[in-house]
């Protein structure tokens, strides 16, 4: 993974901005481990001037304790600074057995099924991870002379419930004519898909038609 030095120093944000300058994320087109390492060690929203990364700083935090399924392995980036116990992972630190040296007797069998019957019905209120899906969407202009800026502008003023913009960059097309490709994530029970190309084709001074280039389940 690249090193961005001490995330806690401004050099080193300006580095991770820099290098998001034309991504969306650490490695690759999803979110990984990768950036949840990052996002642990910045430990804050980088300053507005370092646009790019206070976008993805943003972005990460938004799928909230599901970062924790995102693939890959974490790796590991010395920052010289002391981890910080979460204060969460008291709530799943349940001890349900007592000392293997003494012999387990009827009120220590009872405590413990007690201890194992609360830890699993609390197991089971927890709510489950949230679906989402991520959408790379191509916004494709009338001509040449279409103001790409502000077809964006345009595309990103669409707010709804569930929906979260990402990175954002222009691909040429053809005969000097450039599409924006633009990420979004989506709660998959809240946003259609195809509600939001019609929102956006809805802008029809700058738009001609939306496609999905590309849809991942996150």
């Given at each position: 993974?690249?090193?961005?030095?001490?995330?806690?120093?401004e050099?080193?944000?300006?580095?991770?901005?820099?290098?998001?300058?034309?991504?969306?994320?650490?490695?690759?087109?999803?979110?990984?481990?990768?950036?949840?390492?990052?996002?642990?060690?910045?430990?804050?929203?980088?300053?507005?001037?370092?646009?790019?990364?206070?976008?993805?700083?943003?972005?990460?935090?938004?799928?909230?304790?599901?970062?924790?399924?995102?693939?890959?392995?974490k790796?590991?980036?010395?920052n010289?600074?002391?981890?910080?116990?979460?204060?969460?992972?008291?709530?799943?630190?349940?001890?349900?057995?007592?000392?293997?040296d003494?012999?387990?007797?009827?009120?220590?069998?009872?405590?413990?099924?007690?201890?194992?019957?609360?830890?699993?019905?609390?197991?089971?209120?927890?709510?489950?991870?949230?679906?989402?899906?991520?959408?790379?969407?191509?916004?494709?202009?009338?001509?040449?002379?279409?103001?790409m800026?502000?077809?964006?502008?345009?595309?990103?003023?669409?707010?709804?419930?569930?929906?979260?913009?990402?990175?954002?960059?222009?691909?040429?097309?053809?005969f000097?004519?450039?599409?924006?490709?633009?990420?979004?994530?989506?709660?998959?029970?809240?946003?259609?898909?195809?509600?939001?190309?019609?929102?956006?084709e809805?802008?029809?001074?700058?738009?001609?038609?939306v496609?999905?280039?590309?849809?991942?389940?996150?």
């Amino acid at each position: 993974m690249t090193n961005f030095g001490n995330l806690q120093s401004e050099s080193g944000v300006k580095s991770l901005n820099d290098y998001l300058g034309d991504k969306s994320y650490i490695e690759g087109y999803a979110p990984t481990q990768a950036d949840v390492s990052v996002y642990e060690n910045i430990g804050k929203p980088p300053a507005e001037k370092f646009a790019h990364a206070l976008r993805w700083y943003k972005h990460i935090t938004s799928f909230g304790a599901e970062k924790s399924k995102f693939p890959g392995a974490k790796n590991p980036i010395t920052n010289n600074v002391t981890p910080v116990a979460d204060e969460d992972d008291d709530d799943d630190e349940v001890d349900l057995f007592g000392s293997d040296d003494e012999e387990e007797d009827a009120d220590a069998a009872r405590v413990r099924e007690e201890r194992l019957a609360a830890y699993a019905a609390k197991k089971a209120a927890k709510p489950g991870p949230i679906a989402k899906s991520q959408i790379l969407l191509d916004c494709k202009p009338w001509d040449d002379e279409t103001d790409m800026k502000a077809m964006e502008d345009r595309v990103r003023s669409i707010s709804m419930d569930g929906l979260v913009w990402g990175a954002s960059k222009l691909n040429p097309l053809a005969f000097g004519i450039n599409k924006l490709s633009i990420l979004c994530t989506v709660e998959d029970a809240k946003i259609s898909v195809d509600d939001l190309t019609e929102k956006i084709e809805e802008f029809e001074d700058y738009v001609q038609s939306v496609d999905v280039a590309a849809f991942n389940k996150v």
